[in-house]
């Protein structure tokens, strides 16, 4: 089901709304009392999902900016192949290359006048005066010195010829290498205007569909996990609207929680912090990775009021730090009539991580309590009916919960964080889905 919420606004909430993600879990508690929130603060303005006219105005924006290079690109491949480069340096390869001839052509005539004074001076006899002898030594020395200067006058002319062609070529080349930039800035510019096409018809498909509660997700697990060794967390998928449902389909992940000192900001990679989920079910015996594609849990079919079970088998890497860890879960659903939503409430169960080697600390006893305990889930008649509630729980609404006293006042922002962190990480939790045609999966 291809259905894209907008993360901005789930981190939004993660974030200023950090209570939530510790409601109803055990795991969490002790007898210290923690402040109410009372009030969500502001959403910044860089928070807010784009408006329809928004992703219209990106889409044009982007393709405005692809027609722009690809006719830049254009005219500097005509540039190329006409040899259009800077007029003066085209003006300086002509005057060089005449200026070349010119020395080449006083260079011979040079030369000649040495070889002309050289026979003068050969013929000079036993007869010949003093006069004559030092007017032939003297026409020689300076032919041999004309000649040597016209050898050097060429060499310049050479050197400014090789000088004035090496910018020529540069320029050409400056031309190719321009062309070639653009093709790569084409290239990109392709892939701007398709995420923008994309999100622009994800937004119109998002619209669509509904935000409801026609599926409820419960998710239980341990109170305790410890780093290298699988835990596994039960989740159930049950439809609670007036119809059958025809696809439906469940994201989740898992997150460790940022511990005191991390550092967080708007450029912390959460991936760091996620926590590997695997699952099956009686369809599907085999551990199955959540992949990193935010491939969904696909339950199929739920028939009115029947239920789908999940295990969920999380495995917090060796090395991961003692501290508190965090399982989503979402689903979304698609009918054959093209109808179409997505839940309004998530599910998340908290716990305990345990270092490699460390021991869980022992289970206080609890008081006597006159409370209601709350009603196990219902039963149906589709899916593994084999859920056992265990440990933290929680099928609490992410965006509308309370927090328990907790004792957790000072940690609370950095909750949030990792929270959000969780959310925006996800291997397939809450925000992306694969359109499927249900008609084939009924």
């Known amino acids: 089901m291809k259905i894209r919420r907008i993360l901005a606004t789930a981190v939004a909430a993660a974030v200023t709304t950090p209570v939530v993600f510790l409601s109803a879990a055990p795991a969490f508690a002790d007898t210290k009392p923690s ?47 006409d040899d259009t480069i800077d007029p003066a340096l085209k003006a300086e390869f002509l005057a060089a290359g005449e200026a070349v001839k010119v020395a080449e052509e006083a260079r011979k005539t040079a030369d000649q006048k040495v070889v002309t004074a050289q026979a003068a001076f050969d013929k000079l006899t036993e007869t010949s005066t003093e006069e004559e002898r030092k007017l032939a030594e003297k026409d020689l020395a300076d032919a041999k010195k004309a000649a040597e200067d016209a050898v050097t006058a060429k060499t310049a002319a050479d050197l400014r010829l090789e000088k004035a062609r090496t910018a020529c070529d540069d320029a050409r080349v400056a031309l190719a290498r321009k062309a070639e930039l653009l093709r790569r800035d084409i290239v990109l510019a392709e892939e701007e205007l398709a995420q923008a096409e994309q999100d622009l018809e994800d937004f119109e498909e998002l619209s669509e569909c509904v935000e409801d509660d026609a599926v409820r997700i419960d998710l239980s697990g341990p109170e305790t996990i410890t780093a290298g060794q699988p835990a596994v967390f039960s989740m159930r998928v049950t439809n609670t609207s007036d119809r059958a449902l025809d696809l439906v389909d469940v994201y989740a992940n898992a997150s460790r929680l940022i511990l005191p000192g991390e550092d967080v900001d708007e450029d912390t990679d959460f991936t760091k912090w996620s926590i590997p989920v695997e699952w099956s079910s009686a369809d599907v015996l085999e551990w199955t990775p959540v992949s990193d594609e935010f491939e969904s849990i696909e339950v199929g079919k739920l028939a009115k009021g029947a239920h789908y079970d999940v295990k969920l088998r999380l495995t917090a890497a060796a090395d991961s730090p003692a501290g508190q860890g965090m399982a989503f879960a979402y689903a979304e659903y698609e009918n054959n009539d093209g109808t179409c939503g997505m839940a309004l409430d998530g599910a998340h169960a908290g716990f305990d991580i345990l270092a490699k080697g460390d021991k869980p600390k022992p289970t206080p006893t609890p008081s006597p309590s006159t409370s209601t305990p709350a009603p196990a889930p219902s039963t149906g008649n589709t899916g593994n009916t084999n859920t056992t509630q265990q440990g933290g729980s929680s099928s609490t609404p992410v965006n509308n919960g309370t927090l328990a006293a907790t004792g957790a006042n000072d940690v609370l922002p950095q909750l949030g964080l990792a929270a959000a962190g969780a959310v925006a990480l996800g291997a397939g939790a809450v925000f992306v889905a694969r359109r499927r045609k249900a008609g084939t999966q009924a």
């Open 35 to 81: 402040p109410a929130a009372t009030q969500k603060p502001a959403q910044n303005e860089d928070d807010k999902p784009p408006t329809h006219q928004e992703l219209v105005e990106a889409v044009a924006k982007a393709q405005a900016k692809l027609d722009a290079l690809e006719a830049e690109r254009k005219q500097v491949l005509k540039d190329l192949k």
